[in-house]
């Protein structure tokens, strides 16, 4: 079993920043996908940035130039460094994966818990 464990939400102003952490643990072979998605208050989830094992990265247009994702393979763990931080920015933050648990396995998709991010003076 695969599990993700996010952190470092929290409360922050307008303008400032918070980065997101998010660990994957467990059966992995190998990792071709991990993103974070958000989830505002009384809105839909949405796609906020995603990176795939090549490298390649593709962001929502509302983060562009605010928001860079990474990832450190050898920890099987992704980053969300989110700057210049705006009220619209407040939801809850998913991280999402998807792993291969042995060579020849099926891809599956995981979910974290969720990590809450306030943006408010």
């Known amino acids: 079993q695969v599990q993700l464990v996010e952190s470092g939400g929290g409360l922050v102003q307008p303008g400032g920043s918070l980065r997101l952490s998010c660990a994957a643990s467990g059966s992995i072979f190998s990792i071709i996908y991990m993103g974070w998605y958000r989830q505002p208050p009384g809105k839909q989830r949405e796609l906020v940035a995603v990176i795939v094992d090549s490298g390649s990265t593709n962001y929502a247009d509302s983060v562009k130039g605010r928001f860079a994702i990474s990832r450190d393979n050898a920890k099987n763990t992704v980053y969300l460094q989110m700057n210049s931080l705006k009220p619209e920015d407040t939801a809850v933050y998913y991280c999402?994966?998807?792993?291969?648990?042995?060579?020849?396995?099926?891809?599956?998709?995981?979910w974290g818990q969720g990590t809450q991010v306030t943006v408010s003076s």
């Open positions: 999402n994966a998807n792993i291969r648990s042995w060579r020849f396995g099926p891809l599956n998709e995981y």
